[in-house]
């Protein structure tokens, strides 16, 4: 069964610091990989998403993620970060036919000033 | 578009009540989701349809919970009876294609049980 791991519950970085944030999966074929950001009382959106091809995707608001295959990892990084940064992010892999969506527990960011 | 939308926001009720979430998808995708939040299970997906047709309902807890998409528009996740430990934020999302590309959550349904 497809799983995935962020090891980080919590990260607290300050405002202008870089941000990477961990996320490992566990699945058998080629995955689809994908990050989400919650903000405190909203739904998820799609930060950035991983198919295929180029291992370095780039998403909104200036994060990017790499797939390494050989690490089962799909970390998510940012090199400067902002207050309005402050969230929750999900990682979460996909699978089968009908994509469905395995979620991380998630990594709460705090931003200081 | 207006998003995805569910109701209620806030749903408080006492335990044995049934309890009905309702959500409508985002027009033409024609992949639904629901999900439950808590803090010590994280996001789990509980079940999801396809062109209306459930897919997959291995998230399902138990059979007090049932899940209806009688059209291409609207949803409902039914918990009868309703118990304390159902108390979580229900998100709905929907994604076009035949599955989670990428999905869209509403705003959710906090449920409390009393």
């Known amino acids: 069964a497809q799983s995935v791991t962020q090891p980080d519950i919590h990260i607290t970085v300050s405002e202008g610091a870089s941000l990477e944030l961990r996320c490992n999966y566990s699945?058998?074929?080629?995955?689809?990989l994908f990050w989400y950001v919650q903000s405190p009382g909203q739904g998820l959106q799609l930060l950035l998403k991983y198919f295929s091809g180029d291992t370095l995707v780039q998403g909104i608001k200036g994060f990017e993620a790499e797939f390494k295959r050989s690490q089962s990892s799909f970390n998510l990084r940012k090199p400067s970060v902002h207050w309005s940064d402050a969230a929750e992010y999900f990682c979460?892999?996909?699978?089968?036919?009908?994509?469905?969506?395995?979620f991380g527990t998630g990594t709460k960011l705090q931003v200081i000033p | 578009d207006a998003g995805v939308i569910q109701s209620p926001r806030h749903e408080v009720t006492e335990m044995g009540q049934e309890v009905t979430l309702r959500c409508k998808p985002i027009?033409?995708?024609?992949?639904l989701f629901w999900y439950r939040q808590t803090m010590m299970r994280g996001l789990e997906l509980l079940i999801y349809?396809?062109?209306?047709?459930?897919?997959?309902d291995s998230g399902m807890p138990e059979d007090r919970f049932s899940a209806k998409m009688p059209n291409a528009s609207f949803s409902t996740l039914k918990i009868q009876p309703s118990e304390p430990r159902d108390s979580a934020v229900y998100f709905c999302a929907s994604s076009q294609g035949q599955g989670g590309e990428k999905l869209f959550f509403g705003s959710g349904t906090q449920l409390s049980v009393l």
């Open positions: 349809f396809n062109n209306n047709v459930p897919i997959d």
């Open positions: 979460a892999v996909g699978s089968g036919g009908y994509q469905k969506v395995t």
């Open positions: 027009s033409g995708h024609n992949s």
């Open positions: 699945y058998g074929a080629t995955p689809y």
